[in-house]
C-alpha cells in the first residue's frame, strides 16, 4: 500500500492471529541474582549501536518508526491497541536489541498491555517464561489509615531487585503511579539482599535474626510472601522472587538442600543449588532506619505541634521493632537522602531503554488527578495531627519526571478512547513542558510536512484510509505535533 512520504502508516504491521492472553504468572527463578539463560545485563547492551544494520528498507512504515527513535526524540502513533500494539512493540524491543519501559494509565491498562506483550515476547506463545516484568502500585496512599496490600508490595520490591541487577526482562510494564512513585533506596535493596547456596555454612538463628531486619515476618505457616518459619534444622521462607516458598534443610550451621515447595500442600517442586532473599517490604526496622525515623518523627510533631503523649507512642513502636500503624506517611525520613526513584533503577537495568507511553492525554489526566488526590490527603492528615512528610517526599512531581525522562527516546500511542485530532497531537506532560522554550525543533506543519527548523512527522496508523487521512490531515486550527529533542542520558551505574 502506498504511503504519502515522511509518514508511517502502522496499519500495514499485522500481528499474527491468536488468543489474547491474560498477565503472566512469573516461572521460578532458579539462578539467584541473575535471570536463567540470560547472561548479559541490558546496561552492557548499546541499544542505538544495535540499530544501525536492524532498519528494515525504507519503504517498510515499521522503517519509519525506527528512524524517529534516537536518543532525545519520540514517535507518536495513532491506532494501535490490543494485539497490534503488543506486535509492534514486541517487534521493537526484538529490532532495536533494546528493553521497552511501558507506562499505562493505570494498573487495568497496565496489566492489560503486560498480557499482550507477554504473547508476543514469548518464544512458543505460552506463559511458562516470565518474559514481561510487572511494577505494581496499590491504592493506597501515604496518607491513608491503611496499609499497603502485602502481595503488591513483594512484587513491586521483587521487580526492583531484577532492575538493580540488570536481570535481561525484554519489558517492563507499570502504571503512571509506579513510575512516579518513589521507591526504596538501591543501596538498602542490594545491601540487604542475600545469595544463599547449598554447602554454604551460615547459623540458622542468625539468619532468622537477618530475616526480619529485611521485614520478613514469622509464620507458623509459610504460605504468602515475605513471611518464614523455623522449626528444627529447616527453615521456610518466601521470597519476593520466587512464586514458591523454598525449604532450606540444615546439618548443622550447613545448608544441605534448597527446595521449592508448594504451600498447600508441602509437596516439593524443585531442587535449587541456591536462593536469592530480597527485602520482603518498605518499612523496614533496622537500627539505622529507627534512628533516622524517630529524629523524622520528632520534627514532624514539633511542625504539626503533636502532643507528647501521641508522639512517645510513635516513638515507642519504632524502639521495639513494630511496624506501628501509619507510619508510611514517615517512610521516606527512614532513609539517609530519602526515597530512591524507578529512574535509578531503570539506569541500572538498561543504557538505552525506549519508552512507550500507552495514552498521552490519560496520562496527563492521571498525573493531575494523582496529585490533587496526595494534596487533599496530606491535608487531612495534618489536620488529624498524622506524622507525615510532604507529597513530593513521596512521590515525583510532574516536572521531575519531565526532567528524568528528558533525552530518552520513546513512543507514544493515542489511547484506545481518545478523540484522534486532539489525543494524538497534543504534547506528553510527562515528557516535557514548552519544549520551544528549551530548544526543541518547533511543530511540523498541517499536514505532515516538517517544520523547515527541524522535526520529524508523526507515525500513524489507522484501519482504513480515511481515518489515516484525518490523523494525518488535522482541520484548520487543529493540533500539531512534535518530536521532544534533548541531551542522551548517562549510562548505566558502575
Known amino acids: 500500500m502506498a504511503t504519502t512520504t515522511g509518514q508511517s502508516d502502522l496499519s500495514t504491521v499485522r500481528p499474527a492471529t491468536g488468543p489474547r492472553l491474560t498477565r503472566p504468572q512469573a516461572a521460578p527463578m532458579t539462578r539467584g541474582l541473575r535471570n536463567p539463560g540470560m547472561d548479559t545485563p541490558f546496561s552492557q547492551t548499546a541499544g542505538s549501536e544495535a540499530l544501525r544494520g536492524a532498519v ?93 496490600e502485602p502481595h503488591i508490595v513483594s512484587e513491586r520490591l521483587g521487580t526492583l531487585f531484577h532492575l538493580s541487577q540488570g536481570t535481561r526482562f525484554p519489558a517492563l510494564v507499570l502504571s ?66 520466587y512464586e514458591r516458598p523454598v525449604r532450606l534443610e540444615f546439618f548443622g550451621d550447613t545448608i544441605e538442600s534448597i527446595r521449592l ?48 503523649i501521641k508522639l512517645r507512642e510513635r516513638l515507642d513502636a519504632l524502639r521495639e521493632g513494630l511496624p506501628g500503624f501509619g507510619l508510611e506517611g514517615l517512610l521516606p525520613g527512614f532513609f539517609e537522602g530519602g526515597l530512591a526513584t524507578v529512574f535509578d533503577y531503570l539506569r541500572l537495568w538498561a543504557r538505552e531503554p525506549v519508552f512507550y507511553f500507552d495514552d498521552p492525554v490519560g496520562l496527563e489526566r492521571a498525573a493531575t488527578d494523582l496529585w490533587e488526590e496526595l494534596e487533599r490527603s496530606h491535608q487531612e492528615a495534618d489536620a488529624r495531627q498524622d506524622l507525615t512528610l510532604p507529597p513530593s517526599e513521596h512521590f515525583l512531581t510532574r516536572e521531575q519526571a519531565d526532567a528524568q525522562l528528558a533525552g530518552w527516546r520513546g513512543v507514544e500511542g493515542g489511547g484506545a478512547g481518545a478523540d484522534p485530532r486532539r489525543a494524538a497531537a497534543r504534547p506528553l506532560l510527562l515528557w516535557r513542558h514548552a519544549g520551544s522554550a528549551r530548544g526543541h525543533p518547533r511543530p511540523p506543519r498541517r499536514g505532515g510536512r516538517p517544520h523547515p527548523a527541524g522535526g520529524a512527522p508523526p507515525a500513524v496508523a489507522g484501519h482504513a484510509r480515511g481515518v489515516r487521512h484525518r490523523l494525518w490531515n488535522p482541520e484548520p486550527g487543529g493540533p500539531a505535533q512534535a518530536p521532544a529533542a534533548g541531551p542522551p542520558p548517562h549510562g548505566p551505574h558502575p
Open 261 to 308: 515447595f508448594e504451600p498447600d500442600n508441602q509437596r516439593t517442586v524443585d531442587s535449587l543449588k541456591e536462593v536469592s532473599l530480597v527485602p520482603a517490604r518498605e518499612l523496614l526496622l533496622t537500627d539505622q532506619t529507627r534512628a533516622k525515623a524517630e529524629a523524622t518523627a520528632r520534627a514532624v510533631a514539633d511542625h504539626i505541634n503533636l502532643p507528647t
Open 176 to 241: 503512571l503511579r509506579a513510575l512516579l512513585r518513589r521507591v526504596l533506596p538501591v543501596s538498602t535493596m542490594t545491601g540487604l539482599a542475600q545469595l544463599l547456596t547449598t554447602g554454604q555454612d551460615i547459623d540458622r538463628d542468625t539468619l532468622a535474626r537477618q530475616l526480619v531486619l529485611m521485614g520478613y515476618q514469622s509464620s507458623p505457616l509459610v504460605e504468602d510472601p515475605g513471611t518464614f518459619s523455623v522449626r528444627g534444622g529447616i527453615l521456610d521462607v518466601f521470597s519476593p522472587l
Open 56 to 148: 528494515p528498507p525504507t519503504g517498510d512504515p515499521f522503517a519509519r518508526l525506527l528512524e524517529r527513535l534516537q536518543p532525545g526524540h519520540r514517535a507518536r502513533t495513532q491506532g494501535l491497541h490490543g494485539a497490534a500494539r503488543g506486535h509492534v512493540l514486541a517487534r521493537l524491543s526484538r529490532t532495536l536489541k533494546a528493553p521497552l519501559v511501558c507506562v499505562a494509565v493505570d494498573e487495568e491498562a497496565a496489566d492489560a498491555l503486560a498480557g499482550d506483550l507477554a504473547f508476543f515476547l514469548g518464544g512458543n506463545g505460552t506463559l511458562l517464561a516470565p518474559r514481561v516484568l510487572r511494577l505494581p502500585a496499590d491504592e493506597v496512599l501515604p496518607y491513608d489509615e491503611l496499609s499497603p
